[in-house]
Nanobody
């Protein structure tokens, strides 16, 4: 199983960016997939998740209304659409897959991680 995260870069505050998480070795529609992020000097935190069943989504309060998670079953890819970006969104963003039930918010419940992609938001 491999998760390949991409799409990070430098963007000005208020701008938008779309991250991709391309999966191989698993079918994204069969598992819950999530995005986490880790800012410099901080712990990794939950950003959002898309549930395998019916594609229901969950978001951290800090990104709710600004970020959207989508899934393309044909491309076997999960996306994180980010808009109205703030400097506080600067972090390395990781995608992850959870094989079993459990908390979406706890990184310890995830089984595979992508390598991370850096998002830098300038003020």
């Amino acid at each position: 199983v491999q998760l390949q995260a991409s799409g990070g870069g430098l963007v000005q505050a208020g701008g938008s960016l779309r991250l991709s998480c391309a999966a191989s070795g698993l079918t994204v529609s069969s598992y819950s997939m999530s995005w986490f992020r880790q800012a410099p000097g901080k712990e990794r935190e939950f950003v959002g998740a898309i549930r395998w069943s019916a594609g229901r989504t969950y978001y951290a309060d800090s990104v709710k209304g600004r970020f959207t998670i989508e899934r393309d079953d044909v491309k076997n890819t999960v996306y994180l659409q980010m808009s109205m970006l703030k400097p506080d969104d600067t972090a390395v963003y990781y995608c992850a897959v959870k094989y079993f039930s459990g908390s979406y918010y706890d990184e310890n419940d995830y089984d595979r991680w992508g390598q991370g992609t850096l998002v830098t938001v300038s003020s």
